[in-house]
């Protein structure tokens, strides 16, 4: 069983940063993609950032320029570098990883997910 443990979160100040990590172990299939997400309390959980194993980058419009996502593949790791924090931006954070099966034009994905790391902005 695919394991996600995830570091980084915490308490920030409006304007701070934060680093998320997280690592993958146990893994014995070809990763497609990893990322985060992110669920505030009464809403759905929301893609934050994903990156591909070829570099293929998807950001949500509301943090695209503030956060970077990276990813070591040889380690399994993903990183998301937060900047520029807000509070609407305070939510439980979840590294996500993806294992793509089918063709490019008709796949599925089955997701696998971290326990979650809180990140609060506030003041």
């Known amino acids: 069983q695919v394991q996600l443990v995830e570091s980084g979160g915490g308490m920030v100040q409006p304007g701070g940063s934060l680093r998320l990590s997280c690592a993958a172990s146990?893994?014995?299939?070809?990763?497609?993609?990893m990322g985060w997400y992110r669920q505030a309390p009464g809403k759905e959980r929301e893609l934050v950032a994903s990156?591909?194993?070829?570099?293929?980058?998807n950001y949500a419009d509301s943090v695209k320029v503030r956060f970077t996502i990276s990813r070591d593949n040889a380690e399994n790791t993903v990183y998301l570098q937060m900047n520029s924090l807000k509070p609407e931006d305070t939510a439980v954070y979840y590294c996500?990883?993806?294992?793509?099966?089918?063709?490019?034009?008709?796949?599925?994905?089955?997701?696998?997910w971290g326990q979650g790391t809180q990140v609060t902005v506030s003041s």
């Open positions: 990156m591909t194993t070829t570099g293929v980058t």
């Open positions: 146990r893994v014995t299939f070809s990763i497609y993609a």
């Open positions: 996500n990883t993806k294992q793509r099966f089918g063709t490019p034009t008709n796949y599925y994905d089955m997701d696998y």
